[in-house]
């Protein structure tokens, strides 16, 4: 792993300020797609992950672990989208967390460096 977010260990955050987009690559073997989701949402506030609402509320965590677990190249990408916390975010099956701020927020100060690793 080569970057953390919210103590989740992570392969790579990469912050877009034109887009307001935080894009994540986590191993889908290591981190489940739900604890990946959750850490980078609360880096992306800037917030503990146990301060943000349950993803339980917007998406049922086991079903989006499943959905995206690991997969050859054969199945193609499977992605979900869903609002939570005000965000947007997309889930892809080869371990890609895209989390877009609201058009009306701007992103957080701490993510005009471009990328972190």
């Known amino acids: 792993m080569d970057a953390t ?3 989740v ?3 790579a955050v990469e912050y877009s300020q034109e887009s307001g987009t935080v894009r994540t690559q986590f191993d889908q073997e290591k981190t489940p797609a739900s604890t990946a989701v959750i850490a980078t949402l609360a880096d992306v506030l800037d917030a503990d992950p146990v301060e943000l609402d349950p993803l339980h509320s917007t998406v049922d965590p086991e079903a989006l672990d499943a959905l995206v677990q690991v997969r050859n190249g054969a199945n193609g990408d499977t992605h979900i989208t869903f609002t939570h916390e005000g965000h947007e975010i997309r889930v892809h099956s080869y371990g890609v967390i895209t989390i877009t701020h609201p058009e009306d927020e701007p992103p957080a ?3 005009e460096k471009g990328t972190r690793k």
Do not use: Q
């Open 9 to 11: 260990g992570v392969e």
């Open 109 to 111: 100060k701490k993510h």
């Open 5 to 7: 977010v919210s103590g």
